[in-house]
């Protein structure tokens, strides 16, 4: 059991940056694998990254490798995205997930935020 809420969208020109926060409550944060999601309207659910349970492995979908960084800091139970570069194309609802196992299908994870939205704009 836990709940996932999401920050830090917003409006940003194309080659800015913006960090997403994820903050989680209602049982142990370091349990989880997460997961940062996106979706664009009439697209399926995208993967974006994920960060390991603790130890901080990472892992990226191609289309944002290099630009986007995945954190988490245990102490306050928050996960981070950190988007550089932002392109056009990037423009989505991000979705902060959380999973025991993670993975990049978004059926893997158990619990999900609201989301929060990107918009780059060119």
């Known amino acids: 059991q836990a709940q996932l809420v999401e920050s830090g969208g917003g409006l940003v020109q194309a080659g800015g940056s913006l960090r997403l926060s994820c903050a989680a409550s209602?049982?142990?944060?370091?349990?989880?694998?997460m997961g940062w999601f996106r979706q664009a309207p009439g697209k399926e659910r995208e993967f974006v990254g994920a960060?390991?349970?603790?130890?901080?492995?990472?892992y990226y979908a191609d289309s944002v490798k290099g630009r986007f960084t995945i954190s988490r800091d245990n102490a306050k139970s928050t996960v981070y995205l950190q988007m550089s570069n932002l392109k056009p194309e990037d423009t989505a609802r991000y979705y902060c997930?959380?999973?025991?196992?993670?993975?990049?299908?978004?059926?893997?994870?158990?619990?999900w935020g609201q989301g929060t939205q990107v918009t780059v704009s060119s």
């Open positions: 997930a959380a999973g025991i196992f993670g993975g990049t299908a978004p059926s893997n994870y158990y619990y």
């Open positions: 209602g049982r142990t944060f370091d349990s989880f694998r």
């Open positions: 960060i390991a349970r603790s130890a901080g492995t990472t």
